[in-house]
């Protein structure tokens, strides 16, 4: 069941260097025309609706972010939704790149508002009117919970995609062995395979769009 989630190679040379490239390719090249085609609009339109939501809350300053995590989103999204074709691999299922992804963007965050703001970024650790005895420990808590942030972003990504391939192609398995002994269940079985995969189009656009509005939410706590 899990074999699906192993990197495939190819002459002992890892295919998932091509599986992270070729996704790009699906991609038009804006061109330096007054008009664009279709595709382009739709795009551009796509990219600055989901920009613009991310970006709503976070100061003028955040904005130098959005050309990066609009990257980030559109790749997470576009590997994501290939992960669903038969015959394919998705290399958002795999905890080393995503934490791969993670870390970097967190620790980012941690060091500009670090350097920016050290005031207002070492208060978080420390409530206001906190008691004396209960110093220590909260701060010991809260630097635990910034250690926890990027594990949680990676982890949150890889299970919500793991688990959804998992389910269809343990049903689809299920619906392809009740065809030659109970027909009809096999019928109600695959319409239930359907809606799942409806469902797991969903999650991978969501989870993409998750694991990127957390990471701008940290950059706002910054």
Request: glycine letters at 4%; aromatic letters at 10%.
């Amino acid at each position: 069941v899990f074999d699906q989630f192993s990197l495939t190679a190819f002459m002992g040379i890892p295919l998932i260097a091509l599986a992270l490239t070729l996704p790009w390719i699906l991609y038009p090249t804006p061109q330096n025309r007054c008009l664009n085609n279709r595709l382009l609009t739709l795009q551009a339109w796509f990219i600055r609706q989901l920009t613009h939501q991310l970006f709503l809350p976070i100061n003028p300053g955040g904005h130098k972010w959005a050309l990066l995590l609009a990257s980030v989103l559109t790749f997470l999204i576009t590997l994501n939704l290939l992960g669903i074709l038969p015959y394919t691999f998705t290399p958002t299922t795999q905890l080393s790149m995503n934490m791969g992804l993670a870390v970097p963007l967190w620790l980012a965050t941690v060091l500009i508002g670090a350097r920016h703001q050290p005031t207002h970024s070492l208060a978080h650790l420390l409530p206001v009117g906190t008691p004396t005895p209960l110093i220590p420990i909260l701060i010991m808590i809260e630097t635990i919970s910034q250690f926890i942030r990027p594990i949680a972003l990676g982890v949150r990504l890889t299970a919500n995609l793991t688990a959804g391939h998992l389910l269809i192609q343990l049903i689809s398995t299920a619906a392809f062995y009740l065809a030659f002994t109970m027909p009809t269940v096999s019928i109600l079985t695959m319409g239930l395979l359907l809606l799942l995969s409806i469902l797991e189009l969903a999650v991978a656009i969501i989870q993409a769009y998750v694991f990127v509005l957390l990471v701008s939410l940290y950059l706002q706590i910054r």
